[in-house]
């Protein structure tokens, strides 16, 4: 079976994907709307928070003051309707720290009026980075966080988040030099270091590590800004609406089959596939044959996403061979 439900759940890891809903338009018995947070060490990056995703957070063990950025992909219900109390949460929690939100610049006065959709006092200090285009929209201590356009019925943006890239230790490397110990650190730090009289650069003694990387795609048909996204990507996590039998239905409304979600995973390099953002149509009794489909065109790790599953995001992509 090339994938699996429930992966990692109750897992502790620094960087996870804690998905609070898996359904598009509308929620079913099984599936909450939309909402996923990314803890990536300690940021915590909520993605599109559809209707219900405060309660989803209570149950996920997630609280407002985990929350440090936002990025909403565009504007349709299902993926911003819990804005709104997410928001007021946050002040209700006196959350203090600078909370970033992104979102597509062309609907700004759809944000602001979820923003201030209720009464209540403000005291998060939220900051609004309205994205027009492409590019990085926030820098953060250990990534940033890049947008691209999708192709959706209404303005669509996607998501990357991309840690710099560094550099790993070769153990063989180091012992035959004699380097062991604080030499190790020194090096890293210095750069070079005076070993039995010749300098040995760090270059010498390790080769790059590409940084992790996290594709977040939602509502598109297929589009380049979703295969840019995705490249190289440790984990995609991106939307699944429809079944092969729909395909039509999804290009009219603006969205990808499994297997085209699967097509833009192999095409791009990625390593993990999250399937999400399941039309009512299918389910779970049919989740498997999504899966499946998406499969026939990636042959990586599929992960068909639940509510409340804890994904780790998996180790850093290998270097280019
Ligand atoms: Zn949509």
Redesign the pocket.
């Known amino acids: 079976m090339p994938w699996a439900r429930g992966v990692g759940s109750g897992a502790v890891s620094d960087r996870e994907l804690v998905v609070l809903g898996t359904a598009s338009q509308a929620p079913t018995r099984s599936r909450n709307h939309n909402g996923y947070l990314l803890r990536w060490d300690g940021e915590g990056v909520l993605f599109d928070p559809g209707e219900g995703t405060q309660r989803q957070m209570l149950f996920a063990g997630v609280s407002a003051s985990h929350i440090t950025g936002i990025c909403i992909t565009?504007f349709?219900g299902?993926?911003c309707l819990g804005l709104p109390g997410v928001l007021q949460r946050m002040s209700l929690d006196r959350v203090r720290h600078t909370v970033q939100a992104c979102y597509p610049a062309q609907n700004q006065d759809v944000f602001t009026r979820l923003r201030h959709a209720a009464l209540f006092r403000e005291v998060t200090n939220l900051r609004e980075r309205p994205v027009t285009g492409g590019g990085t929209v926030i820098e953060a201590a250990s990534f940033r966080v890049e947008a691209q356009p999708l192709s959706?019925?209404?303005p669509?943006i996607g998501y990357r988040l991309a840690e710099p890239g560094g550099r790993r230790m070769l153990p063989g490397k180091l012992a035959a030099l004699g380097i062991t110990g604080p030499d190790v650190g020194r090096l890293q730090r210095q750069g070079s270091l005076a070993v039995g009289g010749r300098l040995v650069s760090l270059e010498q003694v390790s080769e790059p590590r590409p940084g992790q990387r996290f594709a977040f795609i939602?509502?598109t048909r297929l589009c380049d800004g979703a295969f840019a996204l995705a490249d190289g990507a440790d984990m995609v996590v991106c939307e699944s609406t429809f079944a092969d039998a729909d395909a039509a239905l999804a290009h009219k409304y603006?969205h990808l089959t499994a297997r085209q979600a699967g097509r833009i995973a192999a095409e791009a390099g990625a390593r993990l596939l999250v399937l999400t953002h399941f039309s009512q149509r299918y389910e779970h009794d049919d989740s498997p044959r999504l899966a499946d489909q998406a499969a026939a065109a990636f042959g990586g790790q599929i992960v068909l996403a639940s509510d409340l599953d804890r994904i780790p995001v998996p180790p850093r992509h290998p270097p280019a061979a």
Do not use: P, R, T
């Open positions: 565009h349709h299902d993926h959706h019925s209404v669509a939602m509502d603006g």
